[in-house]
């Protein structure tokens, strides 16, 4: 197993257990599917994880519906 899946892993054992099914949805979906073609690059991966750690610890959020309309709507 590669340290990344680990490491997800690892965190999925810390949530709720319908949070921990609806995560191997996802995985078994994403085995079935092509979506295994794309892959990150390894710059790409540590991205992804620097932002869900931000994510975690509030240092950063996520826009709002309401803040990307009016930025779809600024740029028009």
Do not use: C, W
Not at 29 to 58: C, F, K, M, T
């Amino acid at each position: 197993m590669s340290a990344l899946l680990d490491e997800a892993i690892e965190q999925l054992r810390e949530l709720p257990e319908d949070e921990q099914d609806a995560a191997a949805d996802a995985l078994f979906a994403y085995i079935a599917s092509d979506e295994r073609q794309y892959r990150l690059q390894p710059r790409q991966a540590d991205e992804v994880r620097q932002i869900r750690r931000n994510l975690a610890s509030g240092s950063t959020r996520l826009a709002t519906e309401k803040e990307v309309t009016a930025a779809r709507t600024h740029r028009r």
